[in-house]
């Protein structure tokens, strides 16, 4: 992998800030991870993690897996037994990424959004669940 992206380091670089500032925008982001066509890490929004998932293969990761064979109106998502450092489960959503100008082209790699499906199911609940005169949420 290193090899192929030689000469890539700014334009990786460039990847990783922009993949940051959209984890800082959506709080229940644990990490938004960028694969190669090979399922190959490429690039990671969390600097404490980037150097130990660069070039990690993860092909066989179903998120990946299906992100990379899937047709274009499809993503893909994975109910991952992962935790996170709170103990909560992650929930990965894949997407393929490809060529703007030919949206049935084969994948270019695959985008992973590993999400806390605690603060994510907490933040549902609490958005849609009926409450009393007192904004409390009813039990039942």
């Known amino acids: 992998v290193q090899k192929r992206l030689e000469g890539c380091e700014s334009l990786i670089q460039g990847i990783h800030r ?5 984890r800082q925008c959506y709080p229940t982001l644990q990490d938004l991870i960028v694969t ?5 890490v490429i690039a990671s929004a969390r600097a404490d993690r980037r150097e130990a998932l660069s070039g ?8 990946c897996m299906n992100a990379l064979q899937g047709n274009a109106s499809q993503s893909a998502m994975d109910t991952s037994t992962q935790e996170n450092q709170h103990g909560n489960r992650i929930v990965i959503f894949g997407a393929a990424i490809r060529n703007l100008e030919e949206r049935q082209s084969t994948p270019l790699g695959a985008l992973g959004a590993l999400c806390d499906f605690q603060s994510e199911a907490r933040t549902l609940m609490e958005d849609y669940l009926p409450r009393n005169k007192h ?4 039990d039942g």
């Not at 190669?36 to 190959?40: A, I, K, M, V």
């Open 18 to 22: 922009q993949l940051e500032t959209i």
């Open 56 to 63: 990690s293969d993860l092909s066989k990761e179903s998120w």
């Open 135 to 138: 904004g409390k949420i009813v």
């Open 36 to 40: 190669d066509e090979h399922g190959t």
